[in-house]
């Protein structure tokens, strides 16, 4: 019976990973496990961000005029060209956090500490964006009680600013655990979860900016 | 055997591994991370919450004694309904079936020691007792009036009362939905080896089916209360017409959610009848691909039939059409489980122990409120059942003559596996009739009240009763047989009590049921299996012997009921 | 696995389908045509003693659905239940029987499954078929609209206006009148919360939304006074939210919306302000308005505004409506209550004021300096 683990010949990344599992099976089970719950944590994020979209396309497509007028006063469009080079930011942040995991696994420690760090300052920065945009967007008479506009907006980029924040702050983290020795080349799950939060941030935006500033 | 061929290998293995029991009454009692513990404290509080929710059921049949309202004000009777209809489904229902038997049975039965994450599992429990004084704290600020679905803008007159309503179900939703991923990694990740996913047991399929819808139907309803608690807080106009929202929206919000959680109760009972009725007709259950594809389909189905909520509410033509196939399309699955159990039955050895008989009595009343289902789903004949009392008694048939007589079937049934204890025969018998009468004379009358005219959420019906003379007898039949209904929880309470000091020890296996739960002592250890159990074909075979090697007990290849359950020996109350 | 050594458990089967299976099958079918046959040609109200006769057309369509529904809904839970109830009798096990005997071991019967998804899928496709007529009668059915009318739900009553009468002090009728015989329109909107229009006897109802206009179209067909009720949660007086539905023949009603015009057009107020007794009216004051209402200055609010300076009042030289107070726009809150920023109040139907008690209470208010 212990014959059913395969004995076939791995190519690649699989002999890597095979020689890693196979030191610890315990931990290649509970990564297992723990990846799929923090994909499902993910995926359920996904309709929370769906729900209030869902909101905003309704509110939208049922409004007689976009953007809808508050008393005599037609509101503003955004701002595409600023929201577009903050976008660049965070995308850019996705970018290098994949360079830090892909460092971190090819034990390059001190890489791997440059890229998270470049990619928390392009967090900050996507942050400090976006309080510029929210400062543009509030001169320009759009307000979170004042039109369903404001309203989908504020929630909706707050929202997704939040979890920037979270993100940057779990990235800090990460990166002190990393420093603490928690992580090792086999063992990286940690990192592995960051990273995806990361990239699911980024894909969020990429729907967001499409639904309030090419739209 | 050709199952063994895919059977893991064994030694040098995770599973060998089992960690040291906690210690400290903290530990083990209050934040265990224990699923059998965690699962009784759900109970605990879930029956809790129910002996308050069920009260002002009791309150407001009282009140509907007389047309003009015999009891209370009209704004006592609005938060009596509203904090009855929340409670049942938040903190009782949900809690009870997921919470509860979803915690206590489905490591067991998938041959796991715990689920994924049981940290997780502490904190969901832990918010609900929080979430539920949130919600009675509403009483305090002058209380919540606006029904469990809490429509906006009417809502909003509450203020804090429904701000705070809004943060408890939120809370309730977080808890729900963290439930969910963890049973959906449990059982994706975690069953014995040799269980493929056709090997399950039905209720897996059912806790399955269950944790999917609540994982992401959950996070759409604490998004729709999050959007109402801004608007009540922050004045945030998503549903204000007068500044461009609509109210529309947040029914559609609402529902997106509300729908599937109707699947959500009643899926694990469909799970529970799927394992009773193969055990006591003594024979393996019928058509066990149907039953366990029909649960998949149906939890896919109800994520696009919510608006069959809202026919007559300002949706446009197109989809009220839409949403009505879809409704009916998912009456298909649900008739081919019904079919299959009724197929069960056939030809069967039927044993009538309490659970057996509650699971007989939901395939009667479940049947009959999806019955009604059907003429609610047709647009033209929901424009004059919608809002009346004929709503009230569908839903009442699927709630608790669904979801909750599943669940009062799984009591007898996996209690005696928690406590080692027997509960008595002869008490739960009476406990089954009463409340299969109490509940069927309660609920029935409403369906023809409803088609008559009574709207429901009425605190008096002077001019209803006005032009329907009978409408003041019916009412009254049902108040004065909805006791009925709390005599029997208060006997099953009592009899689960009695059970604990003075029932037959249960043993190993005392239904000669063949899933894994029943191959392990009762209670079971904390760590539920010594040795992880292979598995080798699905549990109802019952003329093979039972498919599962490496088990920790001496078991019985055919197991049978245990002599003291059979008809010459009767169990009975004190003896 | 377990010991393979023990002996395999007796399997204990009827014959056939079990004794008396194929009577019991034809007793229940018996039963069920016995049911259709009622149900199908029997009036409803034969069954159900309170169930109202249809009054339109669309309410006969729908009736006539619901026979269809009823048919099919009993014949799938009597032999349902019926047969749970006759499995349970024949197949129970017998006292004596040794413990391990099982039943007759069947795992599926393709056959009978495809039938038992097929049959049930055909029933509600034909369903969904009569449920799209109807629904199409409905939604498209009725011809041109002879009258288009609104109805506007508001705390706690719903307002109904007619052609010609709109906007003036008197849009707002006692009851609702429907002409037989011609296509009429119903425009629902609600001025505060969700409500909902619905009348037993016409079997339709819409949601009263506020910031969207439904409609629902029929002919009415068959004379009488009926209830209208709210069946949304719409507040406190949800429940005695009712109002009266007259449907007449359109000669009647003709007269009835002419001598509605004729009023408005008059101008004159009905009620005889004149003849108010202050007297009266602070008893009355006392009796109907003082839980929401204090006699103090406007601040002191209970639910409403303090009405002791209602007349003079140099901060708040106007009514809640922004019109002057006279005792004319007094009496004009009194007869439709208010809705806005300030609050609700409900109007004269649902405080049940007659016109002498406007006259009093109007009186009253007035002489409070």
Known sequence: MATAVATAPLAGHEAVAARYLEVDPVYAE?????????????????????????????????????????????????????????????????VTMHFALENWKHLNRQKFYRWLIATIILGLGFLLGQAHEWTGVLRGGVTWPGSTMGASFFTLTGMHGFHVFVGVCYLTVLGLQARRGIYTGSKYFGLTAGTLYWHFVDVIWVVLFTLFYVW | MEAGTTA??????????????????????????????????????????????????????????????????????????????TAMVWLVVIPLVTGALGNFVMPLQIGARDVAFPWLNMLSFWILPVAGLTLFSTFLAGGAHAGWTEYPPISLADGTAGALWCAAIFLVGISSTITG??????????????????????????????????????????????????????????????????????????WFYSHPAVYIFILPA???????????????????????????????????????????????????????????????????????????????????????????????????????GIFLASVPADFHEHGTY?????????????????????????????????????????????????????????????????????????????????????????????????VSIGLLAWNMIWSIRHGKPA?????????????ISSPPPYYNFRKIPIVYDRPYDFDKPLPYRNLDNDIDAYPEPSPVLLRQEPVRAGA | MAQTTAPQP??????????????????????????????????????????????????????GLFKFMSVFGFAIFCYVAGYVAYFAIVFRRRPGEPAGTIGVVVHDAPKLEFWWTVIPSVLLVILTGLSIVVWYKIQFGTGAPALTMEVIGHQFYFEYRYPGLKGSVYSQTDAMHLPIGKPVRILITSADVIHQFWAPEIRLKAAAVPGLVQNLNFTPTAPGTFDVACSEYCGVDHSVMQGKLVIESADKFEKWLAAQKQRAAAGAHPIPLARGNAASGKALFAQKCSACHAIAPFDKKIVGPGLAKLTDDPQHPTLVTGKSPTRDHIAEILENGYTGPIGAMPNRQANGLSDQNIADLVAYLVSLK
């Open chain 1, 30 to 94: 509970t990564r297992s496990i723990r990846l799929l719950g923090f994909v499902f944590f993910l995926l359920s994020d996904c309709v929370l961000f769906g729900a209030f979209i869902f909101a905003y396309v309704y509110l939208r497509i049922s409004a007689p005029t976009w953007p809808p007028f508050v008393g005599n006063h037609r509101l503003p469009w955004f701002d595409t060209a600023f929201a577009a080079l903050n976008s660049i930011v965070l995308f850019g942040s996705g």
């Open chain 2, 8 to 85: 893991p290998h064994v030694g040098h293995d995770p599973h060998d591994h089992i960690h040291p029991p906690p210690e400290g009454f903290i530990r083990k009692y209050v934040f265990s991370l224990d699923h059998k513990v965690i699962a009784f404290q759900y109970f605990i509080t879930g029956l809790l919450f129910m002996l308050i929710a069920g009260s002002f059921a009791e309150l407001i049949r009282l009140q509907l004694w007389e047309p003009n309202g015999a009891i209370m004000s009209h704004n006592a009777y609005d938060t009596m309904f509203t904090i009855h209809g």
């Open chain 2, 181 to 254: 991923l963890n049973f959906m990694v449990t059982i994706i990740k975690m069953r014995a080896p040799g269980m493929t996913w056709t090997r399950m047991p039905l209720f897996i399929w059912a806790s399955f089916a269950t944790a999917f819808m609540n994982m992401f139907a959950t996070v759409a309803l604490s998004s729709a209360l999050f959007a109402l608690f801004l608007e009540h807080v922050f004045n945030v106009p998503f549903f204000d017409a007068n500044r461009g929202g609509s109210a529309v929206l947040y029914e559609h919000m609402f």
């Open chain 2, 270 to 372: 469909f799970g529970v009848i799927s394992e009773i009725l193969p055990v006591f007709a003594r024979k393996p259950i019928f058509g066990y691909k149907m039953i366990a594809f029909s649960s998949l389909a149906i939890a896919i189905l109800s994520f696009a039939v919510w608006a069959h909520h809202m026919f007559p509410s300002g949706i446009s033509p197109w989809l009220q059409l839409t949403f009505m196939i879809i409704t009916y399309a998912i009456g298909v699955p649900t008739g081919i489980k019904v079919f299959s159990w009724i197929a069960t039955l056939w030809a069967g050895r039927i044993h009538f122990t309490t659970a057996m008989l509650y699971a007989m009595g939901f395939l009667i009343t479940f049947t009959f409120g999806g019955i009604t």
């Open chain 2, 390 to 486: 004929f709503v009230v008694a569908h839903f009442h048939y699927v709630v608790a003559g669904g979801a909750l007589m599943g669940f009062l079937a799984a009591i007898p049934y996996w209690y005696p596996k928690a406590t080692g204890r027997l509960m008595s025969e002869r008490m739960g018998r009476w406990s089954f009739w009463l409340f299969f009468i109490g509940f069927n004379a309660t609920f029935f009358p409403m369906h023809w009240l409803g088609l008559e005219g009574m709207p429901r959420r009425y605190a008096s019906y002077v001019a209803f009763a006005t032009g329907n003379p009978d409408a003041v007898f019916w009412n009254q039949f049902e108040t004065v047989f909805s006791f009925l209904m709390v």
């Open chain 2, 507 to 519: 043993g190993i296996n005392p239904w000669g049921a063949r899933t894994l739960e029943w191959t």
């Open chain 3, 10 to 63: 007796q399997q204990i089967g009827p014959k056939g389908m079990g004794p008396g299976f194929w009577p019991y099958t034809i007793a229940l079918t018996v039963l069920n045509v016995i049911f259709a046959l009622l149900i199908l040609f029997a009036p409803l109200d034969f069954i159900m003693p309170g169930w109202s006769h249809p009054v339109t057309d669309r309410a006969a369509d729908i009736d």
